[in-house]
């Protein structure tokens, strides 16, 4: 029903910035909420930021808040987010995924769709 696809990643040194993207596919992919996680070499899947259908409401991750942007564009059906101040520590595989409903946005088992990842490696 939804299809996802991430783009953007690559290798930055500490301090610079990278902006991904997430192009979604589907009838309904306007309906969903987004979110972005990631996951670091052994590590679980963490949440890093959720936007809402609509992308008046948006919530981050502690660890990144101040520094990450999240935003969509529905008609590109397609969500952002932009990295800033990028440490070594954000090094990881990063996805997008989409959920329907306004709840339990933190939660990775809730979403519905996920894209494939794409590599962030921050360099120090």
């Known amino acids: 029903q939804v299809q996802l696809v991430e783009s953007g990643g690559g290798l930055v040194q500490a301090g610079g910035s990278l902006r991904l993207s997430c192009a979604a596919s589907?009838?309904?992919?306007?309906?969903?909420?987004m979110g972005w996680f990631r996951q670091a070499p052994g590590k679980e899947r963490e949440f890093v930021t959720a936007?809402?259908?609509?992308?008046?409401?948006?919530y981050y991750a502690d660890s990144v808040k101040g520094r990450f942007t999240i935003s969509r564009d529905n008609a590109k059906n397609t969500v952002y987010l932009e990295m800033n101040s990028l440490k070594p520590e954000d090094t990881a595989v990063y996805y997008c995924?989409?959920?329907?409903?306004?709840?339990?946005?933190?939660?990775?088992?809730?979403?519905?769709?996920w894209g494939q990842g794409t590599q962030v490696t921050v360099s120090s």
């Open positions: 589907g009838r309904t992919s306007s309906t969903y909420a």
């Open positions: 936007i809402s259908l609509n992308g008046i409401t948006s």
């Open positions: 995924a989409a959920k329907r409903f306004w709840i339990a946005y933190t939660q990775p088992h809730e979403y519905e769709y």
